[in-house]
């Protein structure tokens, strides 16, 4: 066992903690006192002698465990991501013991090593090229940072953290160690942020706090963590490079808000992790600033700049090979390579770099070890970082996604943040030297092909020009009109497509990688198909299912909250939510006027979509076209409600509520409570926008309670509203579908025809009218398929419609004066 020398608190107090949970996981919790007696049976089988143990570093119990096994019987631990990069590290170092998922593997009884006494942990420097390179860490590291990081954290012991991120990178290690120092809960996932099934653990665990670095933060914007209830959340976390200041300030003041604190926190895992934080209360304030140094720590700026850190958290040194492992302390202060200043309040505040390392979402990348990695590949390069991306200037003929796939693996980066350009000749500078400022600038050059592909794809459905990898669905202005066909020749594009791919910037939508042929259908998709049938159907007496109409309302609803109450802000709203009003009024206004025109079907007050104000309350064909007239009505009244200010931030504020709110009050003229008879005197959307009202709270329903309380208002109001059970019960399952199962098992030709269907649905709406009572009386089943037809071309021409329009402006005299 650990000598008293050698003892770290946060190991050898484990039982102290005794029936406390320690572990919080889906499956249940781990006492303190299990882990506690889990570590020393690890301890006990590693044996007396000190070995290098290695750890595969998952976020799972088992590894936990190990790691602190080790530590608890003196093993200096050799802590490893899965996959290639830790089998490169251990084929380096040559550990004594390996334990993976499949369990421990003894390579040999004893050591073949000369492991020095302080020697603790071994930790790879935040991401590297594969390097053998290797920080190593004392246990007086290991306790001086955990109790300093606990000390300005103010961690509790009622406190529980999130393991956000990997527990073999410096940052989620500390969060650990931290916390289990002060007897703190840890809830152990590997689910991203921007899964929900997160977020549901994280409640039911009453999570207190959780850690991210930068593209965490990219997550969380795009999961609308700033309307999330978390009621027992303490305090959040931020390290693993630069967030903007603006980004910063928002966080701090949205946690303010909702009484939560905002830490941003600087270090590097050659500090144990921690070097500085920035006190919650100055982050508005001072967003751009690094903060102070950690309780134990201090610093120092040298003749040239740099900042230097000394505390008791400093490694002992690097080990770049086995026989650095018996080598003591080769370092006592830390030379950060960052340029710095300090302010007049004594708040210290990063410029730049000395060298040529940087944070790439969250990993130190040395470009140079990437210029070597793939020299040795026979591929002459340059590389230098941009924001959060790492910048390839290969030469000719490299092949740029294998390339991508090279770089990417090596240093444990998703491939959209590796850019690769392949040019005939690198870029050097008049004294032969690499140019590297013209290697940045490649950044902003024309994206690869398939990304590039991506773009104009967006570009000709959306009908839009100008799209760039950093534009999504949302941000184009798309809608529930565009989102079915976006979707299904995205999935042909690049396959299965990933959760809210809607609300991705295009550079992100990358090929699949496994989906193993699985294909699945949004249920909001497949209720629009199905729910357009229905009416048809229904109407051509093919058979009598009614209630496809008023689940479409909802459905409406629902898409509404999902591509226009969106992060963007409040002008562009609602020029997105007014745009998505005048695609449905337009074709809608051409179609009758046609009608009119070519059939005398209908009069003026439904050409100008005002039946329900204006035209004849008994008997004619006007009230064919409610449906369109309460959608117009109710997106104009939502953008004319969200253009006021106050309203808007409530939105924000509270996205869950708001939709609540305007269902309570459509409840007046759905029961009628004001005795207006709303049947004979009222428009129809004023009737109806309760459904729509539905729709838009099931699409900020985050949690399963708020998802009980929409199914309680569905079941609560929709019965008794049509007075016919089988309508009601169509709208009831509709709806419920649509709060609980996102989406559904499907088939790729399934999904080809849904999508027709779906994103036809309100064309086939406006023309079966025409189409089915020429033929119901030959044969119904040949009524519904011609409506759909014709729906479906209707559909695609007026898909058409305005690129031949802006063809036209472009056209020399076609211009339109004026403008």
């Known amino acids: 066992m650990t000598s008293a020398l050698h003892a770290v608190p946060f190991v050898q107090n484990l039982a102290s903690f005794g029936d406390r949970p320690a572990l919080i996981t889906t499956d249940g919790s781990v ?246 934080y920035l006190p919650p209360e100055l982050a508005e304030s001072r967003p751009s600033a690094i903060g102070v140094p950690i309780p134990g720590g201090s610093f120092r700026l040298d003749a040239s700049g740099e900042l230097v850190y000394s505390g008791p958290n400093v490694m002992l040194g690097y080990a770049e090979g086995p026989a650095d492992l018996a080598l003591g302390r080769t370092v006592d202060e830390l030379h950060t390579g960052d340029l710095a200043r300090r302010g007049t309040d004594g708040l210290y505040e990063i410029v730049g770099r000395r060298s040529r390392f940087a944070k790439i979402l969250g990993l130190r990348i040395d470009p140079q070890g990437v210029e070597a990695l793939l020299e040795r590949e026979g591929v002459r390069s340059f590389c230098a970082a941009g924001d959060d991306l790492l910048i390839v200037a290969a030469q000719a003929p490299a092949d740029p996604a294998s390339v991508r796939r090279l770089v990417a693996r090596a240093c444990r980066l998703p491939a959209g943040a590796v850019g690769v350009h392949v040019l005939d000749e690198l870029p050097r500078l008049p004294s032969g030297k690499p140019d590297y400022e013209t290697v940045r600038s490649l950044a902003a050059a024309a994206p690869e092909a398939p990304t590039d592909d991506l773009c104009r794809l967006f570009e000709k459905v959306l009908d839009t020009t100008g799209v760039t990898p950093d534009h999504s669905f949302v941000t184009l202005g798309g809608d529930s009109l565009s989102y079915v066909d976006m979707s299904l020749r995205l999935e042909k594009a690049i396959g299965h497509l990933p959760p809210q791919w809607h609300t991705l910037p295009i550079r992100e939508l990358r090929p699949a990688v496994d989906g193993g042929g699985r294909r699945s259908l949004e249920t909001s998709v497949a209720l629009r ?210 709060v609980w199962v996102p989406s559904l098992p499907s088939t790729g030709a399934v999904n080809r025809v849904t999508a027709v269907l779906a994103g036809a649905s309100l064309y086939i709406y406006l023309t079966h009218w025409q189409v089915y009572p020429r033929l119901d009386h030959h044969n119904a089943l040949l009524a519904v398929v011609a409506s759909l037809a014709v729906g479906i071309g209707y559909a695609a021409l007026a898909g058409r419609v305005p690129g031949w329009y802006r063809r036209w402006r472009a056209r020399p005299g076609g211009r339109e004066i004026g403008v």
């Open 31 to 276: 006492s303190y006192a299990d882990l506690a007696a889990r570590a020393e049976e690890v301890a006990r089988r590693l044996g007396p002698a000190r070995r290098l143990v290695q750890v595969e570093g998952g976020n799972s119990v088992d590894a936990l465990v190990a790691y602190l096994g080790a530590l608890a019987g003196d093993h200096p631990v050799l802590l490893v991501p899965p996959g290639p990069s830790g089998a490169a590290v251990a084929a380096a170092y040559d550990p004594d013991v390996v334990i993976g998922p499949s369990g421990p593997r003894e390579v040999r009884p004893g050591s073949a090593h000369d492991l020095h006494p302080d020697l603790a942990l071994l930790l790879s420097t935040s991401g590297s090229t594969g390097s053998p390179k290797l920080v190593r860490l004392s246990h007086d590291n290991l306790r001086a940072n955990a109790a300093s990081i606990a000390e300005y954290l103010d961690i509790r012991a009622e406190d529980r953290a999130a393991t956000t991120l990997p527990m073999h990178y410096c940052y989620g290690l500390s969060v650990v160690n931290s916390h289990l120092l002060r007897g703190a809960g840890l809830i152990l996932t590997d689910l991203s942020v921007a899964d929900a099934a997160f977020w549901d653990h994280f409640r039911s665990a009453r999570g207190t706090a959780f850690a991210g670095v930068p593209y965490t933060f990219d997550l969380l914007d795009r999961t609308g963590f700033a309307s999330m209830r978390l009621p027992s959340l303490r305090y959040v976390t931020q390290a693993g490079g630069r967030l903007a200041p603006d980004r910063v300030a928002r966080y701090a003041a949205q946690g303010r808000r909702d009484g939560w604190k905002f830490f941003v926190m600087y270090g590097q895992t050659e500090a144990t992790a921690r070097m500085a």
């Open 529 to 738: 198909a199905i729910a357009i049938v229905l009416i048809v159907g229904t109407h051509a007496t093919l058979f009598n299912v009614s209630g496809g109409a008023h689940l479409l309302l909802g459905v409406a609803g629902f898409n509404f909250a999902r591509f226009h109450l969106t992060d963007a802000r409040r002008t562009e709203r609602l020029r997105h939510i007014t745009t998505a009003a005048t695609r449905v009024a337009v074709p809608s206004i051409a179609w009758i006027g046609a009608a009119i025109v070519l059939l005398g079907a209908y009069e003026w007050p439904s050409l100008l979509l005002v039946n329900s104000v204006a035209g004849r309350r008994e008997g004619g064909t006007g009230w064919h076209f409610w449906f369109i007239e309460a959608l117009v009505y109710i997106l104009l009244a939502a953008a004319a409600l969200l253009a006021v200010p106050a309203v808007d931030r409530l939105e924000r504020r509270r996205p869950f509520a708001l939709p609540l709110a305007v269902m309570a009050l459509g409840l007046v003229t759905r029961y009628d409570l004001l005795d207006l008879h709303p049947e004979h005197h009222l428009p129809s959307a004023v009737r109806v926008f309760w459904l729509f009202a539905i729709g838009w709270a099931t699409a900020k329903a985050t949690t399963k309670w708020q998802r009980l309380a929409v199914t309680a208002a569905i079941v609560g109001t929709v019965p008794g509203y049509f007075g016919d059970p089988s309508r009601e019960a169509v709208v009831v399952a509709g709806l419920v579908l649509l």
